[in-house]
């Protein structure tokens, strides 16, 4: 809320992109998240430094949602933004 010099941090244009919004084509309502129409299951995947990072297929949206957070924890550590 109080963006004064003091109060902001340095970071590089691609962390800086982590901090992105949820996009609003976004079907699950969760960042990452996404549903396979063939296979009737919800998909993961995090983006880090130019590559995708497929976590799978899961049978519940929780799951999914849980293997994205924690992926993204790991890759975008104090930059994380889950949406």
């Excluded at 992109?17 to 998909?43: A, E, L, M, P, Y």
Aim: aromatic share 10%; hydrophobic share 30%; net charge positive.
């Amino acid at each position: 809320m109080n963006n004064t010099i003091k109060n902001l941090r340095a970071a590089s244009k691609s962390e800086n992109q982590f901090n992105t919004r949820i996009n609003k084509t976004n079907t699950s309502g969760i960042k990452g998240v996404g549903w396979d129409k063939k296979n009737n299951k919800w998909t993961g995947k995090v983006g880090y430094k130019r590559k995708s990072f497929w976590l799978g297929r899961f049978d519940n949206k929780d799951d999914a949602e849980a293997a994205v957070v924690a992926k993204r924890l790991e890759l975008h550590e104090s930059f994380a933004n889950n949406g």
